[in-house]
Structures are given as C-alpha cells and as structure tokens.
C-alpha cells in the first residue's frame, strides 16, 4: 500500500533562514507526490507536485521539493522562510493506479518560523 | 483559479440533529470529491469517495447510514451527519481534484462541526 511518513511534528526556523520540511514515501510503481499547506481553521492548499521529469520541483509562495528516488524522499524547501509561511504542512502520495485520485496523507509537520 | 466552495463554515447543534454540510465546485466540474475528517493537531482522514451519479464509496469503518452522502450534480456533493453526537465534532473538509490525470485536489475550507 502507498504510504507517505513525515517524521517530524513540528520544524523550528528563524525567519530569512532556510527551511525543510521532511516526507519519506514507501509506494509500488511510480510516485505521484504533493505538498499541500493548511492555515488556521482553513482547507488545503496546493504547493507543488511531482508526477516525472526533474527532480527539483517549484511551487507556490517560494516553495520547492527535491525528488530523491534513492532515498524514497520528497523534502519540501525554502530558501528564506516567512513568519507567514507558519502553517501545517502536508505531504501526500497519490493512491492506486492512474485512475484514481484518492490521496494518502502524512500526519503533517507543524512549521513555525519566529521572527 | 479552480476553487472549491463549502458551507457552512461552522455548525453548533445539539445532539440527535442531523447537519448537512455542501461542497461545490465553483467553475469546473467534478465526478468525483472526496471527503475528509481531520481531528485536533491531526492529518486527514479520508472517509469516503463521492460518485456523481452513484453511490459512495466509503472508507473501512465509515458508517455509510451515520454519515450519507450525496452527489447529484456534477458540482455539488453533500455530506449528512445524521442523528449527530459529541463524537462527531471534528473538522469536515471536501476536495474535487480538476479533470486530467495528475491533476491536484483543490479543498474546500473546511466545516467546524461541534455537536453539544
């Protein structure tokens, strides 16, 4: 079964540093990988995906994650963090095969960036 | 942008009301949405799958008469709770992901359920 794991509840930074955020994926096939970000009493919002082709994908708001198939990583990443970008972070695997949509969701990693 | 449109935003009722919860898609159309339910400082459980047209498809352990759902148009899913209890309140969310493979989900914000 597709499974993602993100193995820290919450990441620490000081604003201007840079961030990451960890996600470890265990699937059959190939991956289909998403980053979503979620605020206060909010739904979901899209970051960024990784389905093939580079490694290094860019997303939303400065954000990107490196695809690292030896390692079965999906780190997401920021050059500079933001006091707004404080939030909770989750990484997601797509379930099944093409034709589903069905998303599996890591248990989230709480970012807080202090200014 | 795609965007994903859930109502109402927050529920206070009392025990035993059954509360229905509306996710529509604002400018595309969806076959398919999904439900979620997220407790305190926790990730999203999905519960089921809605078919526009057909019947969910629900999660191991989602009790299908507790919470009903309906998805009669191609922009419209509805979530019931019926007879809801304390143990019901949580976070409910909906996503609809956007036609074409790959595509990622867009969510709606989310419906703070709180049963007294």
């Known amino acids: 079964a597709q499974s993602v794991a993100q193995p820290e509840d919450q990441v620490n930074v000081a604003e201007g540093n840079p961030l990451t955020v960890k996600c470890t994926y265990s699937?059959?096939?190939?991956?289909?990988l998403f980053w979503y970000v979620q605020y206060p009493n909010r739904g979901l919002q899209f970051l960024l995906k990784y389905i093939t082709g580079d490694n290094l994908v860019k997303g939303s708001y400065g954000f990107e994650a490196e695809f690292n198939k030896s390692q079965t990583s999906f780190h997401l990443k920021k050059p500079s963090a933001l006091v707004s970008d404080s939030a909770l972070y989750f990484c997601a695997v797509r379930d099944g095969g093409a034709n589903t949509d069905k998303l599996i969701f890591g248990t989230g990693t709480r970012l807080q960036v202090f200014p | 942008g795609a965007v994903v449109s859930q109502h109402p935003s927050r529920v206070i009722c009392k025990s035993g009301t059954s509360v229905k919860i509306e996710c529509r898609s604002l400018d595309f159309q969806a076959t398919t949405m999904f439900w979620y339910r997220q407790f305190p400082k926790q990730s999203l459980m999905l519960m089921a799958t809605?078919?526009?047209?057909?019947?969910?498809?629900?999660e191991q352990g989602v009790e299908k008469d507790k919470f009903l759902i309906n998805h009669a148009s191609l922009t419209l899913s509805t979530l019931t709770v019926t007879s809801a209890h304390p143990e019901d309140s949580s976070f409910y969310i909906c996503?609809?992901?956007?036609?074409?493979?790959?595509?990622?989900?867009?969510f709606g914000d989310g419906t703070r359920l709180s049963i007294l």
């Open positions: 809605s078919n526009e047209g057909s019947k969910a498809t629900y």
């Open positions: 699937v059959s096939g190939n991956p289909y």
């Open positions: 996503s609809a992901p956007l036609w074409g493979s790959n595509q990622p989900q867009h």
